[in-house]
């Protein structure tokens, strides 16, 4: 499976654009770009998945460079309810491709 | 509310025993995957079934085992358990097994094995 990368964690403020960094340098053409997000004591949530153009959301947006060799989820104005881990997962576009959680980034909000 | 529906939510029992876990997907999904989340280990694959049929493995060990039934419900099953076994376990659906498709989790079962 590729590989993503992200900080350990993160800070906002509440009501301020938050802009979470994933780099996937060895992304095949064919695997798509997904988050997911966990709150505390719940099961994971989808937010936002793409391939190669910049996709939004209800949730958020999703900005994909150019050479996909990296992503940028964008939480346009941070809530206290956004405070969560936030998982960047590659996954293939074929059958029986997995979906694999990293470590995520931790993003914690300021009232 | 996701519409996965994860059974029992939570679950002591003994080193040594057997425990299944239950979930019923979304209606429609043909898609189930487990997870185990322990503390240390983050949410690690399990296994994934598709419409009956597993389609990818992950971590999971001998003493575990899964099936899909005809009617897309799945079970995990946990047996000779071990203090490590202590973890959360979440079922994911999704109409796809793979590519663009969004996965559903449950709540998850916390087992606390003593």
């Known amino acids: 499976d590729a590989k993503t990368t992200q900080p350990n964690s993160m800070e906002s403020n509440e009501e301020e654009p938050v802009h979470l960094p994933c780099n996937h340098s060895?992304?095949?053409?064919?695997?798509?770009i997904h988050w997911y997000r966990q709150l505390p004591s719940q099961g994971p949530e989808y937010v936002i998945h793409?391939?190669?153009s910049n996709v939004n959301n209800r949730m958020a947006s999703l900005a994909i460079a150019e050479d996909r060799k990296s992503s940028t989820l964008i939480l346009h104005r941070a809530t206290l309810r956004d405070a969560a881990v936030y998982y960047c997962?590659?996954?293939?576009?074929?059958?029986?491709?997995?979906?694999?959680f990293g470590k995520g980034i931790t993003l914690s909000v300021r009232p | 509310d996701s519409g996965v529906t994860q059974t029992p939510k939570h679950l002591i029992t003994a080193t040594g025993q057997r425990v299944t876990l239950r979930c019923s997907p979304r209606?429609?999904?043909?898609?189930v995957y487990w997870y185990q989340q322990s503390l240390d280990q983050g949410l690690q694959f399990l296994i994934q079934?598709?419409?009956?049929?597993?389609?990818a493995k992950g971590n999971i060990l001998e003493r575990f085992s899964a099936q899909q039934f005809p009617d897309l419900h799945s079970e995990l099953n946990l047996s000779s358990l071990e203090l490590g076994d202590s973890a959360l376990y979440f079922c994911?659906?999704?109409?796809?097994?793979?590519?663009?498709?969004?996965?559903?989790f449950g709540q998850g079962t916390r087992l606390t094995v003593v």
């Open positions: 994911a659906s999704s109409p796809r097994d793979s590519g663009p498709t969004e996965a559903f």
């Open positions: 060895t992304i095949s053409g064919t695997d798509y």
């Open positions: 793409g391939l190669t």
């Open positions: 997962i590659l996954r293939e576009s074929g059958a029986n491709s997995k979906l694999t």
């Open positions: 209606s429609g999904d043909l898609s």
């Open positions: 079934y598709y419409n009956g049929e597993e389609r």
